[in-house]
C-alpha cells in the first residue's frame, strides 16, 4: 500500500492524514464540513477561457494535463465566472482548484502554479473564507515551486496546520553541474534546531541508482525503511545507491525530518525544491522507488505491499545491484 494524494482519502481522514499519510488532498480538507451537497459545475463559456489555452476548464481530468499557463488560464475564467454568478460556483469548487495546483506543482515547478494559488485563496477571502488551509496554501505553494525563501517571509498561518520550517539555503557553487537534478541535504545545529539545507547535484546518468520519493510522516515509508535496516544485506545495497526524496507538498516538516534521520540514518532523506530533472511519477504517492541504469528508469516499486522485500530485491537486481540473501 502507499500513501497517496487522494483528495476522497483525505475527506475519510481527516486532517492527520495530511500529516500522517503523506495525503495532499488540500481541496478536501479546505471545504470539509462546509456542505455536503454536491457541487454543481457550471460549463464555462468558450469565450470566457484564454485562447492560448486548449485546456477544458470545466473537466478536472483535462485541468490535469494543462500546463501551468493553461491552468492559470482556467483558474482566471471561474474566478470571472465566479464573480458572475457566486450561488452556482461554490467555495469548494475553487478549493478542488488550489488542491490541483498544488498537485500539479509536485511534479513541475513554475510561477503561474503560484500566481494561480493566490488569484484563488484572495477570491476566496474576497468572500469572506479566511481560514488556516488557505493561508497555508499560499506558503506551499511556493515552497513547491523554487521561492522558499519567500515563502518563509509569509505571515505565518496556524502552527498546528502549517508546520513549516525554513532553514538557511546552501546552494551549490556557481558552475557546478547544471545538468544533475538538485537536492537538499539538511543539517542540523548541534541542539537540532534551525542548521541548513545544503545543496548537492546527484548523477542520475552514470550506472545503478535507486530514487525513492518518500515522506517522514507516511507510515508505509517507515515500513520499508524499517524492513530494510533489518536485513543488513539489502540495507548496505540500498545505502550505497538509493537518494531517498520529499518535495514539500505540505510544507517542510523539520521534526519530522529530524525524527526520520535519526530513526533510519542509513537512509536520510533530501529535500526536492525544484522537480527538474527528476522522474516523478504521473501520480505522487509515497513510497515510490524508481530503478534506474544509466539514467534509464528499469523498474518501478509503488507503495509497500505484502512482499516488497522481494520487489525490491528484483528490482536492484534488474539494474545490476547484487544483494546477499537475507
Given at each position: 500500500?502507499?500513501?497517496s494524494t487522494?483528495?476522497?482519502?483525505?475527506?475519510?481522514?481527516g486532517?492527520?492524514?495530511?500529516?500522517?499519510?503523506?495525503?495532499?488532498?488540500?481541496a478536501?480538507?479546505?471545504?470539509?464540513?462546509?456542505?455536503?451537497?454536491?457541487?454543481?459545475?457550471?460549463p464555462?463559456?468558450?469565450g470566457?477561457?484564454d485562447?492560448?489555452s486548449a485546456?477544458?476548464?470545466?473537466?478536472?481530468?483535462?485541468?490535469?494535463?494543462?500546463g501551468?499557463l493553461?491552468?492559470?488560464?482556467?483558474?482566471r475564467?471561474?474566478?470571472a465566472?465566479?464573480?458572475?454568478?457566486?450561488?452556482?460556483?461554490?467555495?469548494?469548487?475553487?478549493d478542488?482548484?488550489?488542491?490541483?495546483t498544488l498537485d500539479?506543482?509536485?511534479?513541475?515547478?513554475?510561477?503561474?502554479?503560484?500566481?494561480?494559488v493566490?488569484?484563488?485563496?484572495d477570491?476566496?477571502?474576497?468572500?469572506?473564507g479566511?481560514?488556516?488551509?488557505?493561508?497555508?496554501?499560499?506558503?506551499w505553494?511556493?515552497?513547491?515551486?523554487?521561492?522558499?525563501?519567500e515563502?518563509?517571509s509569509?505571515?505565518?498561518?496556524?502552527?498546528?496546520?502549517?508546520?513549516?520550517?525554513?532553514p538557511?539555503?546552501?546552494?551549490?557553487?556557481?558552475?557546478?553541474s547544471?545538468?544533475?537534478p538538485?537536492?537538499?541535504?539538511?543539517?542540523?545545529?548541534?541542539?537540532?534546531?534551525g542548521?541548513?539545507?545544503v545543496?548537492?547535484a546527484?548523477?542520475?546518468?552514470?550506472g545503478?541508482?535507486?530514487?525513492?520519493?518518500?515522506?517522514?510522516n507516511?507510515?508505509?515509508?517507515?515500513?520499508?525503511?524499517?524492513?530494510?535496516?533489518?536485513?543488513?544485506?539489502?540495507?548496505d545495497?540500498?545505502a550505497?545507491?538509493?537518494?531517498w526524496?520529499?518535495?514539500?507538498?505540505?510544507?517542510?516538516?523539520?521534526?519530522?525530518?529530524q525524527?526520520?534521520?535519526?530513526?533510519?540514518?542509513r537512509?536520510?532523506m533530501?529535500v526536492?525544491?525544484?522537480?527538474a530533472?527528476?522522474?516523478?511519477?504521473?501520480?505522487?504517492?509515497?513510497?515510490?522507488?524508481?530503478?534506474l541504469?544509466?539514467?534509464r528508469?528499469?523498474?518501478?516499486?509503488?507503495?509497500?505491499?505484502?512482499g516488497?522485500?522481494r520487489s525490491?530485491?528484483e528490482g536492484?537486481?534488474?539494474i545490476g545491484?547484487?544483494?546477499?540473501?537475507?
Amino acid at each position: 500500500m502507499a500513501c497517496s494524494t487522494s483528495i476522497a482519502a483525505a475527506v475519510a481522514a481527516g486532517l492527520a492524514a495530511l500529516r500522517a499519510c503523506a495525503v495532499l488532498g488540500l481541496a478536501a480538507l479546505l471545504s470539509a464540513g462546509a456542505s455536503s451537497a454536491p457541487v454543481a459545475v457550471v460549463p464555462l463559456p468558450a469565450g470566457e477561457v484564454d485562447a492560448a489555452s486548449a485546456a477544458d476548464c470545466a473537466d478536472a481530468p483535462s485541468r490535469a494535463e494543462a500546463g501551468p499557463l493553461a491552468r492559470l488560464a482556467c483558474v482566471r475564467a471561474w474566478i470571472a465566472r465566479a464573480r458572475a454568478v457566486p450561488d452556482r460556483v461554490p467555495a469548494a469548487l475553487l478549493d478542488g482548484l488550489i488542491g490541483e495546483t498544488l498537485d500539479a506543482s509536485i511534479r513541475r515547478a513554475d510561477p503561474a502554479h503560484v500566481a494561480a494559488v493566490d488569484a484563488l485563496v484572495d477570491e476566496l477571502e474576497r468572500r469572506g473564507g479566511r481560514s488556516p488551509l488557505r493561508t497555508a496554501a499560499r506558503s506551499w505553494v511556493r515552497q513547491l515551486n523554487g521561492r522558499f525563501q519567500e515563502a518563509g517571509s509569509l505571515p505565518r498561518g496556524d502552527p498546528a496546520i502549517d508546520v513549516s520550517v525554513f532553514p538557511r539555503l546552501v546552494p551549490l557553487p556557481a558552475g557546478a553541474s547544471a545538468s544533475a537534478p538538485r537536492a537538499w541535504d539538511w543539517r542540523w545545529q548541534a541542539d537540532g534546531r534551525g542548521g541548513t539545507l545544503v545543496e548537492r547535484a546527484i548523477d542520475l546518468a552514470q550506472g545503478a541508482r535507486l530514487v525513492v520519493f518518500a515522506a517522514p510522516n507516511c507510515h508505509f515509508c517507515a515500513q520499508a525503511a524499517a524492513e530494510i535496516d533489518a536485513d543488513p544485506g539489502l540495507a548496505d545495497a540500498v545505502a550505497r545507491h538509493a537518494s531517498w526524496l520529499i518535495r514539500p507538498f505540505s510544507g517542510l516538516d523539520g521534526t519530522a525530518m529530524q525524527d526520520w534521520q535519526a530513526a533510519h540514518p542509513r537512509l536520510p532523506m533530501a529535500v526536492v525544491l525544484d522537480p527538474a530533472g527528476w522522474p516523478l511519477p504521473p501520480r505522487y504517492g509515497t513510497p515510490h522507488f524508481l530503478f534506474l541504469r544509466d539514467g534509464r528508469v528499469v523498474k518501478t516499486l509503488t507503495g509497500w505491499p505484502p512482499g516488497a522485500v522481494r520487489s525490491l530485491r528484483e528490482g536492484l537486481a534488474a539494474i545490476g545491484v547484487a544483494v546477499p540473501p537475507a
